[in-house]
């Protein structure tokens, strides 16, 4: 059986990730918070990127397939996949980084393919491409990038942003000239585990086969989790619209490991559905 290690695990990719693999893998994870859920979880190491101690997690689990999800300190980060990189070579394992949509947030006018060439203005874009040019000095064989869009879902952080600021009458941000892709936690979840078991190598963009403007798709959530209208901050970042997203093209994974905006947008908003059901009943 394959032993997988989730950098990462506490996040909520990372924790979604944890509970798609575990029924059918050996797997363990770090998480970098104080709750008490992972500290007493035997399969769970505590560790941050920034205080090092990777090495020591490697060496007692041994794992032949590697997924990181960390977030943390650009230059630790880099430090820590030097080592897995290291590790993998020493034991043909397998590494599957998460990287971004942000790699692309310097280009702007169009959508990105797998095969684009990569252009980042941001901090966070430059240290994903970073971790891209290590982690493909692997044989092919042995590592996946994965690039994602922005993740939603019912639990996801922005979703959960956007109901607060709906009850506290708080501006929300949006960017009425920007065009992005999108997809859920659990549907990544799948397309990894569908990753992992065909054994699919090299770079993948793991997003919504279509786009949406970002106001667009906010507004669109807030009216099914809301009767209140959110209040809404403009973002112009440009007078034209831009590109920030991804889109599958020289790799696509089978249909049912894909997901659209609408899938999406359903899939983010489908506990309040229930709730209003069950109100109605």
């Given amino acids: 059986m394959n032993k997988i290690l989730i950098l990462g695990a506490s996040g909520f990719i990372g924790n979604t990730l944890y509970k798609e693999l575990l029924p059918y ?18 399969v769970f190491f505590e560790y941050r990127v920034e205080e090092g101690g990777l090495d020591t997690i490697l060496n007692t689990v041994q794992p032949n397939i590697i997924i990181s999800s960390l977030r943390g300190d650009y230059s630790a980060q880099y430090k820590a996949h030097e080592l897995l990189v290291e590790y993998c070579h020493a034991t043909q394992s397998r ?57 939603l879902g019912v639990t996801a952080p922005r979703i959960c942003k956007l109901r607060l600021a ?37 770079i993948l963009h793991l997003a919504s086969k279509d786009v949406i403007h970002h106001r667009d798709l906010f507004k669109e959530i807030s009216e099914k989790i809301s009767d209140k209208k959110p209040i809404f901050k403009n973002v112009y970042e440009s007078n034209e619209d831009r590109y920030l997203a991804i889109l599958p093209k020289k790799y696509k994974l089978p249909k049912p490991y894909r997901i659209t ?14 709730n209003t059901l069950k109100t109605n009943l």
Avoid: C, W
């Fill in 25 to 42: 893998y050996d797997v363990y994870g770090t998480y970098a918070s104080q709750q008490g859920t992972f500290k007493e979880n035997q």
């Fill in 166 to 202: 709906i009850k506290h009458d708080v501006h929300f941000e949006v960017y009425p000239n920007l065009i992005i892709s999108i997809t859920t936690a659990n549907k990544l979840a799948q397309q990894v585990h569908y990753i992992i078991n065909q054994e699919v190598y090299g």
């Fill in 95 to 151: 590494l599957l980084l998460l990287s971004s949509v942000n790699v692309f947030d310097g280009v702007g006018t169009f959508p990105a393919y797998e095969d684009s060439p990569t252009d980042s203005l941001s901090d966070y874009g430059r240290s994903k491409m970073d971790l891209e040019k290590l982690v493909s000095q692997l044989p092919k064989q042995q590592y996946s990038i994965l690039r994602i869009p922005m993740v």
């Fill in 261 to 274: 905006v609408a899938q999406v947008i359903e899939d983010s908003t489908l506990k309040e559905e229930i």
